[in-house]
Each structure stands twice: as C-alpha cells, then as structure tokens.
C-alpha cells in the first residue's frame, strides 16, 4: 500500500508562496505559446493555396498533429517521472519551435513533409510541455486537482484567441514561410525563457490516508493502471467524446464560408473558439471538483450530442455560437480527463498514466477525420459526418456510470 504524498502549503514560507506564483505563470506561458498547434484551421486555406495542395491532405495535417501531440504527451509523461518537468519541458518546447521553423523551409516539392514537422515534431514537443506542465501544476495544487487541471489546459485554448487573428495578419503580409519562421522564432525565446522557471514543489510530506483504495492509488504504476476497468472506460470516452471537435476543428473557417460567414467574422470563430475552449477547460474541471467527473462528463457528451446535430443545418451567428459550444464541450473533457485519471491512480506517475489515457484522442482524431473524408466525398456534404459524431458521444455517457459502480464496489471491497 502506497502512502499519499501531500504537498502542505498550509505552512508555505513567503518565499515558496511566491515561487509557485511563478511557476503558474512560466507553465501557462508555455500553454498559451504551444497551443497554437490547435490554429490548423487558419492556416488550412493557406498552405493549400501557397503549395497548390489538395484539401484532404491538407486537413490531415491537424489529425496527425493531434495524434503527434497525444504520443508527446504518454513519452514526455514517462521521461518527466523519471527525470524532473523542467528538463522535459525544455526538451519539448525545442522541439515544437524546430517543428515549426522546419515548416517554414517546404517547398511545393516537400509539403507532404509538413506531416513530419508541423504534426510529427511539433505535435510531439507539444504533448511533451502540455504534460509536463499539466503534472506541475497538479502537484502545486493537490486538494484542486481539477482547477490546477482547468487553469493549465485553458491556456492552451486560450492561444487560439491570442494568435488566431496575429497569425492571419501575418499570412495576408508575410505569406506562409515567414509566417511560420517568425512565430517559431518568438515562440522560442518565450518559452526557452519560461522553462527556467518550471519546478516541483520542494516541500513534500507523507501522510497516511484513512481511505485504503486512495493509499493504493496514490502510486499506482502504468502497468497496475492499466489493471483498472475504470482506466479503460476513461481512455474509451476520450476516443468517443473528442469525434466531433476532431472533425470539426480543421474546417472551422471555411465550413464557417460556405455556411454565410465572411472570412473575416470566420477567423473571428477560430479566435471565440479559443474562448469557449479555455472556459470549458476551467469552469467544468472546477465544477468536476465539486459535482464529481463522472456527472461533468456525461453533461459534456450531452452537450457534444446536440452540438453535433445542431451543426447539421447551422447557418451565420447560429453557426458561430454551435461552434463555440462544441468548444466548451471539448474543453471540459481535456481538462477533466487528467483529474479523474489522477483520482483513480494517483500522482506518482500521474504523466505517464494520462499519456496512455490520451491515446484515445489521438486514435480518435486520425480515425474520424479519415471516416468523415469519405463520407464528405461519398455524401458531397459533412450532414453524414455530423451524424456519425453526434453517435459518437453514447458510449461515453454509457461508460461514465458504469465506471463510476466500478470504482465504488473496488473502494467497498477494499475498506473490507
């Protein structure tokens, strides 16, 4: 039986209250900055048109980033258990910035490349910050799991609303390589700069916990992770309740054209997205502290449900607000999802064990985006693909409570 390990900040001296002031705001620096693989949707059109690409590769780029991201986030989670956040950190933030310089050097010859630079290298320098910036912040604020969850991951959205419209000036007046070299370019100082400050807390207590499945938990390895049935419903809900927004996500700007917007009022939507993303992120992981994640996420697949159909016949500003709702609801999972894993294995190897759950949205974003091709091309319309989204959100509304007696009867059967 593990013992929990407690991070008492009830007797903080001034001098580590204000360290962990500064290592929020470095680690939701490297968010915002990171997160800006998410803006695929404004460079779509773009690199379409510069390199005279075909729209369907094109939009697999964001398939194979997210999927990048989920691998960065399970092999940077295992080398930040075993190493410290900071070395990873730095390491990760690296090789996104390179991903993305390496981006600006294709050539109408190379842009199949893009799947390796942009989706492979960046997208796995991503996950590698985004999860260990996720775990820190965990282990600053262990009786707030969700709200340290919430506030990390809502930087990450919030970047869609920072550089949505700067990365749009920057493509009408530099053109697509000098784009992607001047934000790999900043991008690199800002972080560099932020990783220096990323670190664990010093202060760190065992204590005993009345409750004996939470001792166990509180340690548990990958391996006894994945001995959990409710591991495997989480990991199962993340490829289900992420289809919508992985179809979505790439042709948030020009499904939002042809349903009546100008260009202008749909990056808007990129950058409301980006809104709506954060505050899901961190209004439903705080609430998930309150009402419980089971109940969060079920609310959310409900959510995703009506957003999916909505999005059928959606026109103008209706569009735009569908949209952002679908955000929200995409939001409140990516920050609620680290929670409950924690919950149930506990923050030892709280990296690692996400990164695993994680594989489910980057299966789902490769599977979705592939099966809502097809049907776009069978059907000449994405009322097939909505359909088959709004499907999609079942089966985690089914698997919620089923884990949830799961968990319960393992606790019983433990304090027995």
């Known amino acids: 039986v593990y013992k929990r390990q407690v991070y008492n900040f009830s007797v903080m001296s001034k001098k580590e209250k204000s360290m962990r002031i500064v290592v929020v705001v470095a680690c939701l620096l490297i968010q915002l900055c990171v997160g800006i693989l998410y803006l695929w949707s404004v460079f779509n059109n773009a690199v379409t048109e510069h390199f005279g690409w075909n729209a369907r590769s094109a939009s697999m780029v964001s398939s194979f980033m997210i999927f990048g991201f989920v691998l960065g986030n399970l092999i940077g989670g295992f080398l930040q258990d075993k190493t410290n956040p900071r070395l990873i950190s730095f390491v990760g933030c690296f090789m996104f910035c390179l991903g993305i310089f390496l981006t600006s050097l294709l050539t109408e010859k190379t842009v199949a490349l893009i799947y390796l630079t942009y989706s492979g290298l960046g997208g796995l320098g991503c996950g590698f910050a ?86 166990l938990a509180e340690g548990l390895t990958p391996l006894q992770t994945m001995r959990l049935f409710p591991f495997w419903c989480i990991a199962l809900s993340c490829f289900f309740i992420n289809a919508t927004w992985n179809i979505v996500v790439p042709v948030i700007k020009s499904l939002g054209m042809e349903r009546g ?156």
Request: proline residues 4%; aromatic residues 10%; positive net charge.
């Open 130 to 215: 985004y999860g260990c910036v996720l775990s820190c912040l965990q282990k600053w604020f262990p009786d707030n799991r969700g709200f340290a969850s919430g506030l990390s991951v809502s930087a990450f959205g919030l970047s869609t609303v920072l550089f949505g419209p700067v990365a749009q000036t920057l493509l009408n007046r530099l053109g697509v390589p000098h784009t992607f070299m001047t934000l790999a370019g900043v991008f690199l100082l800002a972080t560099m700069t932020a990783c220096c400050f990323v670190r664990l807390p010093p202060r760190v207590q065992s204590v005993e916990n009345q409750n004996k499945s939470a001792q």
């Open 261 to 416: 917007l100008s260009e202008s009022i749909a990056v808007l939507a990129v950058s409301i997205t980006g809104v709506a993303n954060a505050a899901g992120r961190l209004g439903m992981a705080t609430a998930s502290d309150k009402i419980g994640r089971t109940n969060t996420i079920i609310f959310l697949a409900a959510l995703t449900a009506v957003c999916a159909v909505a999005l059928i016949w959606a026109q103008g500003g209706f569009y735009v607000t569908v949209i952002a709702l679908t955000a929200f609801a995409y939001g409140g999972p990516s920050a609620t999802f680290p929670a409950m894993t924690t919950d149930i294995s506990g923050a030892r190897f709280s990296g690692t064990n996400y990164g695993i759950a994680m594989l489910g949205l980057g299966f789902s974003s490769v599977v979705f985006n592939w099966l809502s091709g097809l049907l776009v091309e069978a059907t000449g319309g994405f009322s097939a693909s909505f359909i088959l989204a709004a499907a999609t959100c079942v089966p985690p509304i089914i698997l919620m409570p089923v884990s949830y007696t799961h968990l319960r009867a393992h606790e019983t059967r433990s304090n027995l």
